[in-house]
T-cell receptor, first 116, second 116 residues
Framework: AQKITQTQPGMFVQEKEAVTLDCTYD???????LFWYKQPSSGEMIFLIY??????QNATEGRYSLNFQKARKSANLVISASQLGDSAMYFC?????????????FGAGTRLFVKA | NAGVTQTPKFQVLKTGQSMTLQCAQD?????MYWYRQDPGMGLRLIYY???????DKGEVPNGYNVSRLNKREFSLRLESAAPSQTSVYFC???????????????FGQGTRLTVV
């Protein structure tokens, strides 16, 4: 069963506007973590933001914020004031505890296109 | 500051050939991972190692074996390559452990493998 779901294969946003990238997850572990990564066309994976399951406040890192709705099991990434350099693939990931330790699994990704 | 180093960067194999992808990290991380990335499917976890001496299957382990040689190194072996294993392979490491759940994963640059 899919544990991390990103329903938007592609998104377009106008430069300087805000955009929300959706992510829902499924886990029975009460202690888990949620991550967002950016993958530009060059291929490297860049960590953006983290949200812990027990964190009371939504995480923020510069222009990135995470809209965490625990009851709905969603962890949407909000990018404010989009820039052309934000055009990339974005992956939502979940870290959960397993018998072998922690493991991190990823969603299928959303490709974001920022228009000038 | 090397971080996570993967070798090789590119490889072409014939069906049935074997090869080992090498990964080393110099950040003293306890957890290491192997993922494959295919278009439209995001990153899928092949195997992971929560600590030196332990390995566990991820989402798509069939056709692969791993070795956690020491704390620094985590290799991925394809015993008999198949065209379905054509993919981009990423190694990652993190300091994730109880009490340090918010640590992100650091990724290597990826290995582009083609099996013909």
């Amino acid at each position: 069963a899919q544990k991390i779901t990103q329903t938007q294969p592609g998104m377009f946003v106008q430069e300087k506007e805000a955009v929300t990238l959706d992510c829902t997850y499924d886990t029975s572990d009460p202690s888990y973590g949620l991550f967002w990564y950016k993958q530009p066309s060059s291929g490297e994976m860049i960590f953006l933001i983290y949200q812990g399951s027990y964190d009371q406040q939504n995480a923020t890192e510069g222009r990135y914020s995470l809209n965490f709705q625990k009851a709905r099991k969603s962890a949407n990434l909000v990018i404010s004031a989009s820039q052309l350099g934000d055009s990339a693939m974005y992956f939502c990931a979940m870290r959960e505890r397993n018998t072998g330790g922690f493991k991190t699994i990823f969603g299928a990704g959303t490709r974001l296109f920022v228009k000038a | 500051n090397a971080g996570v180093t993967q070798t090789p960067k590119f490889q072409v194999l014939k069906t049935g050939q074997s090869m080992t992808l090498q990964c080393a990290q110099d950040m003293n991380h306890n957890s290491m991972y192997w993922y494959r990335q295919d278009p439209g499917m995001g990153l899928r976890l092949i195997y992971y190692s929560a600590s030196e001496g332990t390995t566990d299957k991820g989402e798509v382990p069939n056709g692969y074996n791993v070795s956690r040689l020491n704390k620094r190194e985590f290799s991925l072996r394809l015993e008999s390559a198949a065209p379905s294993q054509t993919s981009v392979y990423f190694c990652a490491s993190s300091a994730q452990q109880v009490g340090r759940e918010n640590t992100e994963a650091f990724f290597g640059q990826g290995t582009r493998l083609t099996v013909v």
